[in-house]
């Protein structure tokens, strides 16, 4: 069974940086292709960042330009840096990892980043 657990969101200042971890069980990240969605009060979940198993990194709207994702093969985890925080960076951060060879995805239960202005 896979489970994945996010870590690290809380309430931030606007302009500060912060780090959002995921760590997976019962499946690796690097065979998977991983990432991170986000969904705001009212909003819909879309897309923060991406990265499959051949390291390709690709970021949606809501990402671009002040987000970064990255792996730890060792630790098998996902993280995921914002830097430059703003106010509508406040949603609930969802990771995920795909299996493309059973095409199963597969979510954590999300971690609340809140930004004060």
């Known amino acids: 069974q896979v489970q994945l657990v996010e870590s690290g969101g809380g309430l931030v200042q606007a302009g500060d940086s912060l780090r959002l971890t995921c760590a997976a069980s019962?499946?690796?990240?690097?065979?998977?292709?991983a990432g991170w969605y986000r969904q705001a009060p009212g909003g819909q979940r879309e897309l923060v960042a991406t990265?499959?198993?051949?390291?390709?990194?690709s970021y949606g709207a809501a990402g671009k330009g002040r987000v970064t994702i990255y792996r730890d093969n060792d630790k098998n985890t996902v993280g995921l840096q914002i830097s430059e925080a703003k106010p509508e960076d406040t949603a609930v951060y969802y990771c995920?990892?795909?299996?493309?060879?059973?095409?199963?995805?597969?979510w954590g239960q999300g971690t609340q980043v809140t930004v004060s202005s």
């Open positions: 019962g499946s690796k990240f690097d065979i998977s292709t």
């Open positions: 990265q499959t198993a051949g390291d390709i990194r």
């Open positions: 995920y990892l795909y299996r493309r060879w059973t095409d199963d995805t597969f």
